[in-house]
């Protein structure tokens, strides 16, 4: 207890001293404007625009300073990229597909200005929530992370490809897995992660590095995405009703138990080390789906949808800084980003770490989750008329965009054919209602399952129970066997008749 | 036509040296073949700064990654000039570019300056039941392959001390590979493996906060950290010096073929910089040791090491060009 005053007490002085440094606003501003615009660019990711500016703030100003500019970026990147999530079901981000299972729909009702209201808002609060962990229960959850090795990562990244095959399906679930399979196997290509032999690469250097996560996500999302709109050739734009944005506080508060649950949700799988915000999204969606009574509408253009993805991935940001502040370990990759920002400027995260440095880290966290929130209420009434441009004219410029996001990551044209390759196969894929997400997560969670799931077999001598013995990972293994199950026609039937009136 | 060009190629080698004489007059860019915040770039950020007080213009530092064993960033400062102002922020792990196919040069093609370097340490989780050095490699030699040890990947230089040590004592391992030296610290904080290879640097925090309990340095001098003193392997083994120290080398580099010029404003700088207070607080504080080798005492240096890791990989059956081929002589 007396711990939790003495934090909440720093915690004061530091946001005390942050603000009322005017120096901090130019920069606050301007990383989080430059952090949502990063966000909503599809392609153009969290870590990538953490990694820029690490690179040119360098150790040449105050650490002070170069973290607002950092964490505000970072924090205006995850909320970002649920733009084009909810106005043209592009996710902006990795971390905001989830995002667009219920934002596009909203959108497509006209209720947009509503979406982007409600998700400032829930991005807001589940920023605050991740900062709050990350302040006072920063041992706990750290006590929870230290303990995870390789087989719970394992089964946590199994469980993310296999939870958004589940929720993704429109017909057949097994459509969703056959697609989360297709990604995870995609993630086998290149040098494998345990003893560098290549995999499936043919002798083409190219293939070794393996599928880069953006090309895919541009391929499977923004492809189809261009190649149906233009097909419908709507040629006039949208008409808009912006309606109210910013949102009641009677509305946020009858939503606030999804939000809080989302936060929490986030923040745990965000401290996990090596799993951020992308996961986080998904997991919490799917939670949301099973517990909110309106579960059966997710996917359609609900509220509750919407609330359990965006809350959650900004949750993430507070847990991903609690490994890498307090063990050096960053919890996600644009942390992995701001890690290397601290040791440029001589900070040494881990459990020497001067407390005060939390403190402040924390200030700037609320801080920039407030310029975010003001900044994204007043400009979501610019953005929403997006729609309103005519698509003819609006979608080859989205789709130069992906082109340059794609060609960012490095790869060179190579990464281009393959974000084109994968375009045609997901506009295919989706003509025969296979869900394209969990593809793109199996590509994203493929190579830590890869990794993890052979190196536990590697240090069991290939003894599966490895995956039973330890707590963490049985826990685990019963959620991912209960998801395959729920999904059984046998065990449907048993439960509805178990309980009239479904779930 | 001939004559032409001979003239030509004299003319510009007259231009050269004229202006290698008033070298620097221009700004410096410090290409860092690894990322931004990793040990090689917070080095190369440090000394270059140390360096601009000793030089009348400024050094940009830039962060040019990918490839094979940072062959990207190699190969984009090769293609530049070799008049000195683009430079090259390495590491000892760069020696392995060319068996393992990023470009085909040997490692002297480069004219290195060394800044310094961590020793590694053999440590175990707070919770182990091994105190010393000698408790875990008689376990080891109880069951030969059980004890599992992490190092990051297959023939880097944490993986290369792991090999010495068990050569040197005899004790065999099973070696477990990560994808750098975090990961496999955070796998010994949750006892998924029994020992770690990493650097004392990589380890301090972590020493400091009593997650980590270091058993013992792999250089023959001991190493003390906060109140701890940590004892050096080799006192324990007698064999240990025919394998060992192998040791980090960070630091940055110029074409070997810049002129002796541009070599000696170079090495007249870096010497005042890594002479310096700045450099001698910031070693002490991140548990690095200054080198200061430049020239052919640091080439030297790293012709051994090339030839260690070039060969050590050639065994472990992961290098793709042969060193023969290279040149590069076995150890």
């Given at each position: 207890m007396e711990f939790f005053f003495a934090q909440v007490s720093g915690f004061w002085d530091a946001l005390v001293h942050l603000a009322s440094d005017p120096i901090t606003y130019p920069y606050l501003i301007a990383s989080v404007f430059l952090g949502i615009i990063f966000g909503a660019l599809?392609?153009?990711?969290a870590t990538l625009a953490v990694t820029i500016l690490t690179g040119f703030f360098g150790?040449?100003?105050?650490l002070e300073q170069s973290l607002i500019a950092l964490i505000g970026a970072y924090v205006g990147a995850i909320y970002g990229g649920s733009y084009p999530s909810i106005?043209?079901?592009?996710?902006?981000t990795a971390a905001s597909a989830a995002t667009a299972m219920d934002g596009h729909p909203l959108a497509k009702k006209g209720r947009g200005g509503e979406a982007l209201g409600m998700t400032t808002t829930s991005s807001f609060i589940g920023t605050l929530i991740g900062t709050s962990f990350l302040l006072v229960f920063v041992w706990l959850l750290l006590m929870i992370s230290k303990n995870i090795a390789s087989p719970e990562k394992a089964l946590l990244a199994l469980f993310g490809i296999l939870l958004s095959g589940t929720l993704m399906s429109?017909?057949?679930?097994l459509k969703g897995w056959i697609s989360g399979l297709i990604g995870l196997a995609m993630a086998?290509?290149?040098?494998?992660?345990?003893?560098s032999e290549t995999r499936?690469?043919?002798?083409?250097?190219?293939l070794m590095s393996g599928f880069q996560v953006v090309p895919v996500l541009m391929g499977a999302f923004a492809v189809p995405q261009i190649m149906d709109g233009m097909r419908a050739a709507g040629s006039v734009g949208q008409a808009v009703d912006?309606?109210?944005?910013?949102?009641r506080v009677g509305t946020v508060m009858k939503r606030f138990p999804t939000i809080a649950r989302s936060g929490v949700i986030g923040t745990g799988v965000g401290a996990?080390?090596?799993?951020g915000e992308d996961v986080a999204g998904w997991v919490s969606y799917g939670v949301g789906k099973a517990v909110?009574?309106?579960?059966?509408q997710f996917g359609k253009g609900s509220i509750n949808g919407l609330l359990s993805a965006e809350a959650a991935n900004n949750a993430a940001i507070g847990g991903a800084l609690i490994p890498l502040l307090v063990?050096?370990?960053?919890?996600s990759p644009p942390a992995a980003a701001l890690l290397g920002a601290l040791k440029i400027n001589n900070v040494i995260p881990g459990?020497?770490?001067?407390?005060q440095l939390i403190l402040h880290v924390v200030a700037i966290l609320v801080m920039a989750a407030a310029t975010m929130a003001i900044m994204g209420l007043l400009t979501a009434r610019v953005f929403i008329?997006?729609?309103?441009?005519?698509q003819t004219i609006f979608l080859p410029v989205v789709m130069v965009l992906t082109t340059i996001g794609s060609f960012?990551?490095?790869?060179?044209?190579n990464d281009l054919y393959l974000m084109l390759c994968v375009g045609f196969v997901a506009y295919a894929m989706g003509k025969m209602h296979y869900p394209i997400a969990p593809l793109v997560i199996g590509v994203i969670l493929g190579p830590l399952f890869d990794e993890t799931f052979r190196r536990s077999l590697y240090l069991s001598d290939g003894d599966l129970s490895t995956f039973w013995t330890r707590p963490g990972a049985a826990i685990l293994l019963a959620l991912n066997v209960a998801l395959v199950l729920s999904q059984m026609p046998v065990v449907k039937r048993t439960f509805r008749r178990l309980k009239p009136g479904g779930i | 036509m001939k004559l032409a060009l001979t003239g030509l190629v004299a003319a510009i080698a007259m231009t050269g040296s004229a202006y290698a004489q008033d070298y620097p007059f221009r700004d410096i860019t410090t290409a860092v073949?690894?990322?931004?915040?990793?040990g090689t770039d917070t080095i190369n950020r440090m000394i270059m700064a140390e360096m601009e007080k000793e030089l009348p213009v400024s050094i940009n530092v830039i962060n040019q990654t990918g490839g094979v064993a940072g062959s990207n960033g190699m190969v984009y400062v090769m293609n530049q000039?070799?008049?000195?102002?683009t430079l090259v922020g390495l590491s000892e792990?760069?020696?392995?570019a060319a068996v393992q196919g990023?470009?085909?040069?040997?490692?002297?093609?480069w004219y290195p300056f060394i800044v310094g370097g961590s020793p590694d340490l053999i440590s175990v989780g707070k919770?182990?039941?091994?105190?010393?050095i000698e408790e875990l490699v008689e376990a080891a030699k109880a069951e030969p392959g059980s004890i599992p040890a992490a190092a990051s990947g297959a023939g880097s230089i944490h993986h290369l001390n792991l090999l010495a040590i068990e050569q040197g004592s005899g004790a065999t391992f099973k070696f477990v590979p990560y994808k750098g030296s975090a990961p496999g610290q955070e796998a010994a904080l949750a006892g998924e493996v029994a020992l770690v290879v990493t650097s004392l640097a990589e380890q301090a925090p972590l020493i400091l906060g009593g997650e980590l309990k270091p058993l013992a340095t792999l250089t023959p001098e001991s190493a003390k950290i906060g109140d701890m003193e940590i004892p050096s392997a080799f006192d324990s083994f007698d064999g240990l010096d025919k394998y060992l120290p192998l040791k980090q080398a960070i630091g940055f580099a110029v074409h070997a073929s810049a002129s002796d010029d541009v070599k000696a404003a170079l090495g007249a700088a870096f010497e005042k910089a890594i002479a310096g207070e700045t450099v001698a607080t910031w070693a002490a504080e991140n548990y690095y040791d200054v080198g200061g080798q430049y020239g052919d005492e640091a080439t030297a240096l790293f012709s051994k090491l090339e030839s260690t890791f070039a060969w050590t990989l050639h065994e472990l059956g992961a290098?793709?060009?042969?060193p023969a081929t290279l040149g590069i002589e076995k150890p």
């Open positions: 599809p392609g153009l990711t150790n040449k100003f105050p106005l043209l079901n592009i996710p902006g429109k017909d057949l679930v086998m290509v290149g040098l494998d992660p345990i003893l499936y690469t043919f002798g083409w250097s190219y912006v309606g109210k944005i910013v949102p996990l080390p090596g799993v909110c009574k309106d579960g059966d063990l050096g370990i960053p919890g459990p020497t770490i001067d407390p008329n997006v729609l309103r441009i005519p960012s990551v490095g790869g060179g044209i | 073949v690894w990322g931004a915040g990793g000039p070799d008049d000195g102002y792990s760069n020696v392995t990023g470009w085909d040069k040997k490692f002297d093609f919770d182990s039941p091994y105190n010393t290098a793709k060009v042969d």
